[in-house]
């Protein structure tokens, strides 16, 4: 049974920094590309950063260059957002993916795999 579980998401202020994780169970994750994904209230679920398995590619939404990055553990099975100089704009409810394929792929529907989400609030 596979299964992602994500954590680390809370309460920030603007500029701060938080780093999401998704732990992966039930595959092995470096067969799969990644994406992180955030949807905020109100607004549909947009891609943020993406890693292709196919040729190592990353991709980051020009709201989160410079800020953002993507990585992963494949001892560890997980997969991490690091964020940093986090906006009020920045919040909303991000979630990772996983999708068989080697594309580098930007629309949320074509993952197979998606973690239960956690909240980031930037507020001060």
């Known amino acids: 049974q596979v299964q992602l579980v994500e954590s680390g998401g809370g309460l920030v202020q603007p500029g701060g920094s938080l780093r999401l994780s998704c732990a992966a169970s039930?595959?092995?994750?470096?067969?799969?590309?990644i994406g992180w994904f955030r949807q905020a209230p109100g607004k549909e679920r947009e891609a943020v950063s993406c890693?292709?398995?196919?040729?190592?590619?990353?991709y980051y939404a020009d709201s989160v260059k410079g800020r953002f990055t993507i990585s992963r553990d494949n001892v560890k099975n997980t997969v991490y957002l690091q964020m940093n100089s986090l906006k009020p704009e920045d919040t909303g409810v991000y979630y990772c993916a996983l999708r068989v394929g080697v594309r580098l792929e930007l629309e949320w529907n074509e993952y197979d795999y998606w973690g239960q989400g956690t909240q980031v609030t930037v507020s001060s």
């Open positions: 039930g595959l092995t994750l470096e067969t799969y590309s």
């Open positions: 890693f292709s398995n196919g040729d190592s590619s990353t």
